[in-house]
């Protein structure tokens, strides 16, 4: 495999930079090499955050922000009125955005791999709810496995589990479910 880099949009408390670290923990689990980081300003909740992950066979030598991703990972729709969430875009880039819509309905730049799953959904019937705001991170997650095949579901599963390791037995149990439903009823437009 070649490096894979995956750049997360979401906002403030919807978990992009716990979802960043729990995609990085699966690829340890497969033996691949990993980086997972933020860009963090003055973030508040609500406000637009970015997460990076790479993942490779090889150990990786780079140390910046990922400009030309292989993935995109949108937990919020709202967040592509950003034009520079749409920078790196190219025709094999895979898309996947948190919302109720079909792929055929998304309007980007560039013909991109678009995917979609309704996470919010998902997270409120799972009641993965954190001060009002649904939490898509680990739902997305199953989302993403699913589109790229970056990682095995079973091994994000595990990854989960460790990554929410002090949380009630019951939100690791749901957010485990909650990735596996969203990896199932992604709509791929590929």
Known sequence: ?????????????QGGVTGAKILASAAELEDKFFQAFAHY?????????????????????IHSYIYQPEAIVVFDETLLEIPSIQNGLREDTYVIINTPKP?????????????????TKIALDAGIVVAGIPVVNTIMLG???RA??????????????????????????????????????LVKGY
Do not use: C, W
């Open 103 to 119: 792929p055929k309905d998304i309007k980007l730049k560039v013909k991109a791999k678009i995917s979609t799953v309704d996470a």
């Open 148 to 185: 790229t095949n970056i990682v095995k579901i079973e091994n994000l599963r595990q990854a989960i589990q460790k990554g929410l390791k002090g949380l009630p037995d019951k939100v690791i149990k749901t957010n485990v479910e909650s990735s596996q439903r969203a990896y199932d009823e």
């Open 41 to 61: 300003g003055a973030e508040r909740r609500g406000a637009p955050v970015i997460a990076f992950t790479r993942i490779d066979d090889e150990p990786i030598r």
């Open 1 to 13: 495999m070649k490096l894979f880099e995956i750049r997360f949009h979401g906002r403030g408390g």
């Open 143 to 145: 989302a993403v496995a």
